[in-house]
């Protein structure tokens, strides 16, 4: 089992820029697909963007394309999102997310989270 610790989060204003990190326990991380997600209050949580565990394949959903990026660094044990542009609409909670490589990284079934950590975007 891996274990994910999310930080990055704050208070932006609109068209701010913010990186999420997430970082990963275990010696495994490199055979994990990774993605991020998130949550407004009232809300479900959505899917945001995935990484294959290789980190040669990324997916967005069509809210944040353009505007986000994800990215790995498996010598650190370390997922990243970078967020640029920023919405109101933006503001959730955000989650780190992780599952075994053998499935599909762009399904949405992640098996692994982490805690959040609160992105709040002021207009």
């Known amino acids: 089992q891996v274990q994910l610790v999310e930080s990055g989060g704050g208070l932006v204003q609109t068209g701010d820029s913010l990186r999420l990190s997430c970082a990963a326990s275990g010696r495994t991380f490199n055979y994990y697909h990774m993605a991020w997600f998130r949550q407004a209050p009232g809300k479900e949580r959505e899917f945001v963007a995935a990484?294959?565990?290789?980190?040669?394949?990324?997916y967005y959903a069509d809210s944040v394309k353009g505007r986000f990026t994800i990215s790995r660094d498996n010598a650190k044990n370390t997922v990243y999102l970078q967020m640029n542009s920023l919405k109101p609409e933006d503001t959730a909670v955000y989650y780190c997310?992780?599952?075994?490589?053998?499935?599909?990284?762009?399904?949405?079934?992640?098996?692994?989270w982490g805690q959040g950590t609160q992105v709040t975007v002021s207009s």
């Open positions: 990484i294959r565990y290789s980190g040669g394949n990324t």
């Open positions: 997310a992780a599952k075994w490589y053998t499935g599909n990284y762009y399904d949405g079934r992640y098996t692994n």
